[in-house]
Nanobody, 123 residues
């Protein structure tokens, strides 16, 4: 069982930055793939970025590549998402998720989810 709690959402103007944090608790975290997803009103949940808890390798959705950075802090049990050069189309509820084994872009493969945090980017 893994418990995830997100924080750091808010409202920012286009071009600004926000940093989201996901605090994880549970056993065997090193065996989990961690990811951020987002869901805008009326749209399906979409992949944003992912990292293995035990590795530094990361991958991103094309829409955020070069602007967002995912990182994990093993000592603090956190997975962060640094978001720069934000655009109005980045507005969504952002979710942290965990899955046993390798990371994935597919939301249905993730068994553990946080409650979500709202990010609003004004133009």
């Amino acid at each position: 069982q893994v418990y995830l709690v997100e924080s750091g959402g808010g409202t920012v103007q286009a071009g600004g930055s926000l940093r989201l944090s996901c605090t994880a608790s549970g056993r065997y975290l090193n065996n989990y793939g961690m990811a951020w997803f987002r869901q805008a009103p009326g749209k399906e949940r979409e992949f944003v970025a992912a990292v293995m808890w035990s590795e530094l390798t990361t991958f991103y959705a094309d829409s955020v590549k070069g602007r967002f950075t995912i990182s994990r802090d093993i000592a603090k049990d956190t997975v962060d998402l640094q978001m720069n050069s934000l655009k109005p189309e980045d507005t969504a509820v952002y979710y942290c998720a965990a899955k046993w084994g390798t990371r994935s872009r597919l939301p249905h493969e993730y068994g553990y989810w946080g409650q979500g945090t709202q990010v609003t980017v004004s133009s």
